[in-house]
């Protein structure tokens, strides 16, 4: 089964800095196959990215996907106030189908 | 327009049955993986089961295998989680989400908009 590790947990930053956000798999994880969500309280998850690159449909391109193999990360650049959130990855090409990492949670100060 | 609506909160007792539904519409019902997401409180995404209503087929977690049945009924586009007997532990948010077509489990565009479980006696 594959587990996949976030980090940091949680992180605070200040509006107009960049922020890194890191997901990492017990095994390998074909680059085809890994999303990110943004969860904010209240709400349902929202897909930001698939494929380990590519933005959802209205996505702004602050938001920004890379990664292979057992690495994958998550960039904002240029953060604002409303990217407070936790931010979770999912891979979904392995058995079980589907895993999320334990999510990241940023705080905008 | 693509939308999961989900049915509404839900308070139960221990050991009691719950059937919670998720009706999709504005796509091809058939044609996409459904899925069950427990967000207990305060705490993260759990992925739990997955029906292709097209031909009904089923995955599982393994931390839900034998806890919870998944189904779904093409005939009004609606997928179902099902418990037979519920415990405090269930006590949660449960969102439904379309993932994928075919081979493909594929990320979750779109998202019901939860359904809150409370399991007390």
């Known amino acids: 089964e594959i587990v996949l590790t976030q980090s940091p947990v949680t992180l605070s930053l200040s509006p107009g800095e960049r922020v890194t956000l890191s997901c990492r798999a017990s095994?390998?994880?074909?680059?085809?196959?890994l999303a990110w969500y943004q969860q904010k309280p209240g709400q349902a998850p929202r897909l930001l990215i698939y494929?380990?690159?590519i933005r959802a449909t209205g996505i702004p391109d602050r938001f920004s996907g890379s990664g292979s193999g057992t690495d994958f990360t998550l960039t904002i650049s240029r953060l604002e106030p409303e990217d407070s959130a936790v931010y979770y990855c999912?891979?979904?090409?392995?058995?079980?189908?589907?895993?999320f990492g334990q999510g990241t949670r940023l705080e905008i100060k | 327009e693509v939308q999961l609506v989900q049915s509404g909160a839900e308070v139960k007792k221990p050991g009691e049955s719950l059937k919670i539904s998720c009706k999709g519409s504005?796509?091809?019902?058939?044609?996409?993986?459904i899925g069950w997401v427990r967000q207990m409180p305060g705490k993260g995404l759990e992925w739990m089961a997955i029906?292709?209503?097209?031909?009904?087929?089923?995955r599982y977690s393994p931390s839900f295998q034998g806890q919870v049945t998944i189904s779904a009924d093409n005939s009004i586009n609606t997928a179902y989680l099902q418990w037979s007997s519920l415990r405090a532990s269930d006590t949660a948010m449960y969102y439904c989400?379309?993932?994928?077509?075919?081979?493909?489990?594929?990320?979750?565009?779109?998202w019901g908009q939860g359904t809150l479980v409370t399991v007390s006696s």
């Open positions: 095994q390998s994880v074909s680059s085809t196959f």
């Open positions: 999912q891979q979904y090409g392995s058995s079980p189908p589907i895993t």
């Open positions: 989400a379309r993932f994928g077509s075919g081979t493909y489990y594929g990320a979750a565009a779109y």
């Open positions: 504005g796509y091809s019902f058939n044609n996409f993986w």
């Open positions: 494929a380990a690159s």
């Open positions: 029906i292709y209503p097209g031909d009904s087929g089923t």
